[in-house]
């Protein structure tokens, strides 16, 4: 990667409107890859993956709009430009390769001459929320954002914003739902960070340039990418991915297959298995994947089973199921009481002891502490690691006016834990934890799938005993936090 400073170069493909073959209908894609940062390492392959993927839409019939290492008003213009061309388009695609980050929520895009003093700074960016504004759905609208990085910039800006604050910096990048007639993707998971990459293109865009050209329905090329990213990074990166679509689109038309008529239908199981795994892709039982696998392992959607079969059995994901019966279950195996132990054991490493600085004093080495009356008069209060880089969640009166506690890991093991903040609204409180190693994590659920009614459990965990269940029915929703007692 050739060094721009702090000028933005487009380079090679311009930053004119490639005209591709004739099409029905009128196609426009915004390309951007930013590599060249001025004040952070470069990184090596979004110029690249900017061209590769100029290219490759081309030749599905896409005008295209590329910039190469943007700056501030490099990525405002493309934005702008982008924004009056997809006004009248029938299909409308925003790629992006290169730094991103989230701040309260909202997920920002960073030009290459960027600096973070603080977050005042952020409105030098480009907010993908705009962008996403940009996109009216008229027919299909997609928005790629292969850049869920490592970002150096972030925490610059954790530095210079303090430690209570800068808990609004979260990893990665934030979930966005997609509105109808979208499709989301991300590099990674939300939340997390996605590889680099040693080749000339990060991983995502290498699984991208090669199922994009290809004659399938548009679902299935994005579900198919997935699957390829979590294999070739060997498991270790899933990709975000949310369609809000209304029937079938083929970027290069369906595939036509010649041979007797007694061939295999390939389609009515493909679209079986899309229907199967609408209903099973949240599931937390390893019964019904496996069962899942053995009917449709041929299909794109059996990759995405495997992948996440493989994840529950090394207890890398934790996963809150409803206890209530799973829908359309694959087998008799699937019964709805594996639901509960289930997630028991897939959130068990997550949740640790909080231990007040009088009663951590106090412990013996092992890690045992004496109750602490503040916590509660059942023992020490609970928390949960909510990320692997050691953020954990728990109740403000568990810490009080604590600038750092002492919590027990469900290993046993001790570890001081500063305070990051607390939320009076919430009664809820942040810690951060060091650790040399990701820890085990739970994952945040979707409340709008939360009915009155619905059976829950809690995990809880004596002072010195094992974890115990307690069983539950949920009495409300949409509660208003600002009403009084």
């Known amino acids: 990667m050739h060094r721009h400073g702090w000028l933005a170069v487009i380079i090679a493909l311009g930053f004119g409107i490639l005209a591709g073959p004739a099409r029905a209908d009128n196609r426009v894609a915004l390309v951007i890859g930013n590599g060249a940062y001025a004040h952070v390492p470069h990184l090596p392959n979004p110029s690249h993956d900017a061209e590769d993927v100029a290219a490759a839409l081309k030749r599905t019939g896409f005008q295209i709009i590329v910039g190469i290492d943007l700056d501030q008003a490099g990525m405002q213009d493309a934005a702008i430009r982008f924004a009056r061309a997809a006004r009248t388009a029938?299909?409308?695609?925003?790629?992006?390769?290169?730094h991103a980050l989230q701040f309260a929520g909202v997920n920002y895009m960073v030009p290459i001459d960027a600096e973070l003093h603080d977050e005042a700074d952020l409105r030098r960016m480009t907010r993908v929320d705009e962008v996403v504004a940009d996109l009216q759905p008229k027919n299909l609208r997609i928005l790629v954002l292969d850049s869920c990085r490592d970002n150096p910039l972030a925490d610059e800006l954790k530095r210079s914003i303090g430690l209570t604050r800068s808990a609004s910096i979260g990893r990665g990048l934030a979930k966005i739902d997609s509105p109808e007639g979208m499709i989301v993707a991300y590099a990674t998971q939300a939340g997390r960070t996605a590889e680099d990459g040693n080749g000339r293109n990060s991983p995502y865009t290498t699984a991208f340039l090669k199922n994009v050209e290809a004659k399938e329905e548009i679902g299935t090329i994005f579900r198919r990418i997935s699957a390829d990213v979590y294999q070739t990074t060997r498991q270790t990166q899933l990709p975000e991915l949310s369609l809000s679509l209304i029937g079938e689109f083929y970027l290069n038309g369906k595939l036509q297959v010649v041979g007797p008529a007694t061939a295999p239908a390939a389609a009515p199981q493909a679209n079986e298995a899309e229907r199967a795994w609408a209903v099973t892709k949240d599931t937390?039982?390893?019964?019904?994947l496996e069962d899942f696998i053995r009917l449709f392992g041929s299909t794109v959607y059996g990759s995405m089973a495997r992948a996440r079969l493989e994840e529950l059995r090394k207890g890398q994901l934790a996963v809150a199921t409803p206890l209530q019966s799973q829908a359309a279950p694959a087998s008799p195996s699937a019964a709805k009481g594996e639901a509960v132990p289930a997630?028991?054991?897939?959130?068990?490493?997550?949740?640790?002891?909080?231990?007040?600085?009088r009663s951590a004093a106090a412990a013996p080495a092992g890690g045992n502490a004496t109750p602490d009356p503040a916590a509660g008069s059942g023992g020490p209060s609970l928390g949960f690691v909510i990320d692997p880089t050691g953020l954990i969640a728990t109740a403000q009166r568990a810490i009080g006016d604590a600038k750092n506690v002492t919590i027990s890991m469900s290993n046993g093991s001790s570890a001081n834990a500063d305070v990051v903040g607390t939320d009076a609204k919430t009664s809820l409180?942040?810690?951060?934890?060091?650790?040399?190693?990701?820890l085990k994590a739970v994952r945040f659920g979707?409340?709008?799938k939360v009915a009155v009614g619905q059976k829950i459990a809690a995990v809880t965990m004596a002072s010195a005993?094992?974890?115990?269940?307690?069983?539950g029915t949920?009495?409300?929703?949409n509660l208003n936090e600002n009403a009084g007692p």
């Open 429 to 438: 409180a942040l810690l951060r934890v060091k650790t040399d190693r990701p």
């Open 284 to 288: 937390s039982s390893q019964a019904v």
């Open 90 to 98: 029938d299909v409308a695609m925003f790629y992006y390769s290169g």
């Open 465 to 471: 005993g094992p974890a115990s269940l307690r069983m």
């Open 343 to 357: 997630a028991v054991q897939s959130s068990l490493d997550a949740v640790v002891q909080i231990l007040s600085p």
């Open 446 to 448: 979707d409340s709008s």
């Open 474 to 477: 949920v009495a409300g929703t």
